[in-house]
Structure formats: structure tokens, C-alpha cells
């Protein structure tokens, strides 16, 4: 099935992300177009032996479909054939407040990606983009109002954390450290609402993990889940959440907790070793803490 290219849509001008929650009104994101697994970068790919393109790029049209359904303006960054997991938009930038931080990409095979970011953010004259020295990707960083969590994973080092915590002076920055073979911080947890997460208890360490359940009120993912992006899923505000259609027991525990969950097919996608977060990168959200105080 041949799959028609996402079209872009007016751009906002501003930059502003202070949560994961707060109701996402701009996003940027890829086609699968080129997506394919050459050099096996994480655990999940190595499992897998191939994508079929057109099923994943319906998949990411079907996605991009029900994002635009509930008011966001999604914008598309063109996808380069030499580039295969450019469809992973979130983990090659990040916006922190009105700051754009471009990532500083790791493996060879992903960092081609960032150039791309650039020229696009240059078309729209955009000139507070923030970069890093050392290696870190968008995958590890959750912005939780006044606090970041880090994820320092075989993606993010220590030397990046610290360049990050001195562009950002005002907030605490926790770093969780992760355990071998996780990809990401956003594949093991991931921020609901001002009170709640969804997280994967033994990606972390002792220490870590108590600093997670003081925070938040914590929904547990299983082995399983976790293995096939459970825990990957994207709040769009409202306490809506986007959640892969196969995981019926993670979604019910979702909706027990008060959320409305908005199921996806992306069994194809997933097979990189991404799902919804790791596809969107943020540009707008709503800050929730301005919303509560005008009611």
C-alpha cells in the first residue's frame, strides 16, 4: 500500500515544554519512509529480523491520523534515505521552557539525524538552539516541571548531564541510572500527570527506584510489556494517553487510574525498538500549572 507523505502544517513560533503532560498542541515528527534494520544498536532489534515499510508507515499515518484528530499541529521533518531510524524524532532534540536543545548522538548510524533537525529548525528562523559536547539523547530526559530526570544510559554520559544541569540552574536534576540493555530512560518510565508514572521497576537501581515511588504514584510494567515499548507510550494532556493496542492488561490499569487511553497499532515500528514517545518530539505543550491556576 503506498502511503501519501504527511504534509506540514503552519508553524507555531515558540518553543515550550515544562512537562510531559501538559496538553500537546505542537510536534514534530518523521516517516518511516527509509526505516530498516542494518546495524542492531539496541536488544530489541536484535530480536527482530526486518520492517515491512508499508506497514509501518501506515501505522505512523494511522498515529499522525489520531494526533491531528485531537487538535495537534504535527509538523513533519523530511525523511533522508541514508538515515533509517529517523522516524525516532524524540531522541535527536528536546525543549526544556522556550529552550531547544539539539542531542549530540552517539552511535554513527544516528548522527546524521541532528544535521537534519537543524536545517529544519533554521527554516524557521529559529535562534535558541542549545547543543551539547558529549553524548546525550532526548530519550533520557523527562521534564517534570521543576525537576529533570536523567536517564545515564549507554546514550547519555555523565559529562552531558553536567552540561545540562548548567543550562539549567533553576531546576534539580535526579539522574537514574539504568540497568544494562536499556535502551532509554522514556523505555522504562515515563511521566502521566502531575502525581502519576508508568515505569518498569527493575530497569533501575535500588536508590533510583526510591526516588521514583517518593515522586510519583507508580503503574508497574512487566517484563513483557517493557520488552515490546509498553511503558513507551505519549501523553497528549487531559489525561489522555497513547498506549500500543496489545498491551489490554497495562491499558486497563491505565484507565483504572483515571485515564483515558487511546489504543495504536505501531507493532511495526516497535520493532526498532521505539514507540510513541521515542516518535514525536514535543515542541508545545500546555504548561498544567498555568491551566489550574485560571480555573
Same mark, same amino acid.
Given at each position: 500500500?503506498?502511503?501519501?507523505?504527511?504534509?506540514?502544517?503552519?508553524?507555531?513560533?515558540?518553543?515550550?515544554?515544562?512537562?510531559?503532560?501538559?496538553?500537546?498542541?505542537?510536534?514534530?515528527?518523521?516517516?518511516?519512509?527509509?526505516?530498516?534494520?542494518?546495524?542492531?544498536?539496541?536488544?530489541?532489534?536484535?530480536?527482530?529480523?526486518?520492517?515491512?515499510?508499508?506497514?509501518?508507515?501506515?501505522?505512523?499515518?494511522?498515529?499522525?491520523?489520531?494526533?491531528?484528530?485531537?487538535?495537534?499541529?504535527?509538523?513533519?521533518?523530511?525523511?533522508?534515505?541514508?538515515?533509517?531510524?529517523?522516524?525516532?524524532?524524540?531522541?535527536?532534540?528536546?525543549?526544556?521552557?522556550?529552550?531547544?536543545?539539539?542531542?549530540?548522538?552517539?552511535?554513527?548510524?544516528?548522527?546524521?539525524?541532528?544535521?537534519?533537525?537543524?536545517?529544519?529548525?533554521?527554516?524557521?528562523?529559529?535562534?535558541?538552539?542549545?547543543?551539547?559536547?558529549?553524548?546525550?539523547?532526548?530519550?533520557?530526559?523527562?521534564?517534570?516541571?521543576?525537576?529533570?530526570?536523567?536517564?545515564?544510559?549507554?546514550?547519555?554520559?555523565?559529562?552531558?548531564?553536567?552540561?545540562?544541569?548548567?543550562?539549567?540552574?533553576?531546576?534539580?536534576?535526579?539522574?537514574?541510572?539504568?540497568?544494562?540493555?536499556?535502551?532509554?530512560?522514556?523505555?522504562?518510565?515515563?511521566?502521566?500527570?502531575?502525581? &502519576?508514572?508508568?515505569?518498569?521497576?527493575?530497569?533501575? &537501581?535500588?536508590?533510583?527506584?526510591?526516588?521514583?515511588?517518593?515522586?510519583?504514584?507508580?503503574?508497574?510494567?512487566?517484563?513483557?510489556?517493557?520488552?515490546?515499548?509498553?511503558?513507551?507510550?505519549?501523553?497528549?494532556?487531559?489525561?489522555?494517553?497513547?498506549?500500543?493496542?496489545?498491551?489490554?492488561?497495562?491499558?486497563?490499569?491505565?484507565?483504572?487510574?483515571?485515564?483515558?487511553?487511546?489504543?495504536?497499532?505501531?507493532?511495526?515500528?516497535?520493532?526498532?525498538?521505539?514507540?510513541?514517545?521515542?516518535?514525536?518530539?514535543?515542541?508545545?505543550?500546555?504548561?498544567?500549572?498555568?491551566?489550574?491556576?485560571?480555573?
Amino acid at each position: 500500500m503506498e502511503v501519501c507523505p504527511v504534509k506540514d502544517t503552519a508553524a507555531r513560533t515558540a518553543f515550550n515544554c515544562s512537562t510531559e503532560y501538559g496538553q500537546l498542541l505542537d510536534v514534530l515528527v518523521s516517516e518511516p519512509r527509509h526505516m530498516r534494520i542494518e546495524a542492531k544498536i539496541n536488544e530489541t532489534q536484535k530480536h527482530y529480523e526486518g520492517i515491512q515499510t508499508n506497514v509501518a508507515l501506515q501505522q505512523h499515518r494511522d498515529f499522525v491520523h489520531l494526533l491531528k484528530e485531537e487538535g495537534i499541529t504535527v509538523h513533519q521533518l523530511p525523511s533522508k534515505s541514508s538515515l533509517h531510524e529517523q522516524v525516532f524524532t524524540r531522541d535527536i532534540g528536546f525543549v526544556i521552557d522556550s529552550h531547544f536543545y539539539t542531542s549530540s548522538m552517539k552511535e554513527d548510524v544516528r548522527k546524521g539525524e541532528t544535521s537534519e533537525l537543524t536545517a529544519w529548525m533554521n527554516s524557521r528562523d529559529t535562534n535558541d538552539i542549545r547543543t551539547f559536547h558529549h553524548p546525550i539523547e532526548g530519550g533520557d530526559v523527562l521534564v517534570d516541571a521543576n525537576t529533570i530526570w536523567i536517564g545515564h544510559s549507554g546514550r547519555t554520559s555523565m559529562e552531558a548531564v553536567q552540561e545540562l544541569k548548567q543550562q539549567e540552574p533553576d531546576r534539580d536534576v535526579n539522574v537514574l541510572s539504568l540497568a544494562d540493555g536499556t535502551l532509554h530512560l522514556d523505555c522504562v518510565l515515563n511521566i502521566l500527570d502531575a502525581h &502519576t508514572a508508568l515505569a518498569y521497576p527493575e530497569a533501575f &537501581t535500588d536508590e533510583g527506584w526510591q526516588l521514583i515511588q517518593e515522586r510519583f504514584e507508580v503503574i508497574p510494567a512487566t517484563k513483557d510489556e517493557t520488552f515490546h515499548m509498553g511503558p513507551n507510550v505519549l501523553s497528549i494532556g487531559r489525561n489522555k494517553v497513547i498506549s500500543l493496542s496489545r498491551h489490554t492488561r497495562l491499558n486497563e490499569s491505565l484507565e483504572k487510574k483515571g485515564f483515558e487511553v487511546l489504543p495504536v497499532d505501531f507493532s511495526e515500528i516497535i520493532k526498532s525498538g521505539g514507540a510513541f514517545r521515542c516518535c514525536t518530539l514535543p515542541l508545545y505543550r500546555e504548561d498544567p500549572r498555568d491551566t489550574a491556576a485560571q480555573l
